[in-house]
């Protein structure tokens, strides 16, 4: 499965999405910029997308909600070593509430990992960000080596991109 990305303006987005409405497509909007998401096991349909491979998934991505894309930049070297430590750490999050999907994806020309969240409104995920199961899934391990006791894995900091979708309200407004 891959997920590929590209950015434009909003009408852009809908006008592409609605050009290829039988894909797995989720328009969302940022501050400033939109994004196109195409999940599929082919190619995408975009000229120069953002391409990743999907190497965790759970949930189903909806075209409505709250999206939340930790972006993780790794080391060449680091990769196998945090691939590794991410998915023994990871535990399912689909008994949260107001969890929908989520996606870790590997960068096929880029350092950059991303790790997709998505929610049914962004209070989900802040009640998440302050649940037990978030504070076990970032502590460090047994061991005492976490993923933050390994800089040199990562090539620069990470950070949290976060959008939304249209509601059903906005989309009639738009109709």
């Known amino acids: 499965m891959n997920i590929y990305l590209t950015s434009g303006t909003i ?3 809908e006008t592409l999405r609605k050009q290829h409405e039988q894909e797995t497509m989720v328009v969302m909007y940022g501050t400033g910029n939109s994004v196109l998401l195409h999940e599929t096991e082919g190619k995408s349909v975009f000229q120069t997308p953002r391409r990743y ?3 965790s998934t759970s949930g189903t991505l909806q075209e409505q909600g709250f999206f939340a894309f930790t972006n993780i930049p790794v080391t060449d070297e680091g990769r196998p070593i945090f ?3 991410f998915k023994s750490r990871v535990e399912p ?3 949260e509430p107001g969890f929908v999907a989520f996606r870790l994806l590997r960068p096929v020309n880029s350092d950059t990992y991303v790790i997709i969240t998505q929610w049914s409104s962004p209070a ?3 009640i998440w960000k ?3 199961t978030y504070k076990h899934l970032h502590a460090d391990n047994e061991s005492g080596v976490g993923l933050d006791k390994l800089p040199h894995m990562f090539s620069s900091a990470s950070h949290i991109t976060t959008y939304r979708t249209k509601t059903e309200d906005e989309k009639r407004d738009d109709a």
């Open 11 to 13: 009408d852009f987005m």
């Open 53 to 55: 491979e999907v190497i």
């Open 83 to 85: 691939e590794h430590r």
């Open 93 to 95: 999050i689909d008994n």
């Open 124 to 126: 989900f995920f802040d």
């Open 130 to 132: 302050q649940s037990s």
